[in-house]
């Protein structure tokens, strides 16, 4: 017995989430069960009432809270009714339903925990490339937002910040978003770092020149939100190397310059005429030393904080139950606690 829910997170999609849910198919090959969720972020149309007329499970959200806390309302929700695997995507039809079998099958094959849709490599070439329509500064921000958390990660990833994926059971235990903005890199940086089976799935995706984005208002918003949520993710994620980072330039340009000074003072007794570059040069050496030492007790919170994420799995566990036999074959997989069977 395997369950599959596919769920789309939606503002204001009545013209397409009809569409969507027409569309999508009923029976998969190796999925015993199939639930549609559509959560609406506080639509002001009929998104709700035409998800409803075409079979969906509706979770109506009053007011706007943004992709990031309704991503993880959703998990908790797909976990909550058993699924063993939770596909999401996007309400607009960007991206084909008829599609989501391809992005079940890896989990099912014990191939991935986590399939991401890659928009920037033809699925037919393997080629890299701009989609059609798609604005070149928002392709250029997703690439190189996609190069930095794949560093970050210790993973090559060609698109983190798509809106089709789909995750088994161990995956979403392991997903606790705190962005406000935007669940999609932080996911990724979650679970590569809990060393989770990632595949990149490269997908058709249409850009409408004529349809305006209900999630990115204006480039620079997304542009501002993304490079702000990469740092984070860098901060939290690798703190003493960033923290060493940013100190490093202060650190050495104060050694260099009290250096000098301190030459110049052995050959001639006195700092003058180098006196405030002098003083400078230990302001900032200090300073560097200072975010160094920063760095060392962020490196001591994140190992704290990664202790946390782990006893907040086990709460899940214990709360959703683990992950069924029937679903996994892996022996060291949680198997649901006897109140939840």
Request: hydrophobic share 40%; aromatic share 10%; charged share 25%.
């Amino acid at each position: 017995m395997t369950k599959l829910i596919v769920f789309s997170i939606c503002k204001d999609e009545e013209q397409t989430i009809g569409e969507l849910l027409d569309r999508m198919p009923r029976q998969i090959e190796g999925i015993s069960e199939m639930e549609v969720l559509v959560i609406s972020d506080g639509s002001n149309d009929r998104t709700a009432d035409i998800a409803r007329e075409h079979g969906a499970i509706v979770i109506e959200g009053a007011t706007q809270k943004r992709l990031a806390f309704r991503f993880q309302e959703a998990i908790n929700i797909a976990l909550d009714r058993g699924a063993d695997i939770a596909v999401n995507i996007d309400g607009d039809l960007q991206f084909s339903p008829e599609d989501i079998p391809l992005f079940v099958a890896p989990i099912l094959n014990h191939e991935a925990d986590f399939v991401a849709a890659d928009r920037f490599t033809d699925p037919h070439t393997g080629e890299r490339r701009r989609p059609q329509n798609m604005p070149a500064g928002k392709y250029l921000a997703n690439r190189l937002g996609a190069r930095i958390v794949g560093s970050l990660s210790g993973e090559p990833f060609a698109d983190v910040t798509c809106g089709f994926r789909s995750y088994n059971r161990r995956a979403m235990l392991a997903l606790n978003i705190n962005s406000k903005y935007t669940y999609t890199q932080e996911s990724f940086q979650l679970l590569a770092y809990n060393r989770l089976d990632i595949v990149s799935l490269p997908t058709e995706v249409k850009y409408f020149p004529e349809r305006t984005s209900r999630v990115v208002t204006s480039f620079w918003q997304f542009l501002g939100n993304s490079a702000v949520n990469i740092l984070r993710s860098f901060r939290d994620f690798a703190p003493l190397r960033f923290f060493t980072l940013l100190g490093m330039p202060p650190f050495l340009f104060g050694f260099a310059s009290s250096g000098l000074v301190g030459i110049h003072w052995l050959r001639t007794g006195k700092t003058s005429p180098y006196t405030s570059l002098g003083i400078l040069g230990v302001y900032l050496f200090s300073l560097g030393l200072i975010i160094f030492v920063v760095g060392l007790l962020a490196d001591m919170l994140g190992r704290s904080a990664r202790n946390q994420e782990k006893i907040l799995r086990e709460l899940k566990v214990s709360r959703y139950g683990g992950v069924r036999k029937s679903a996994e074959t892996d022996p060291f997989h949680a198997t649901p606690p006897e109140s939840t069977r």
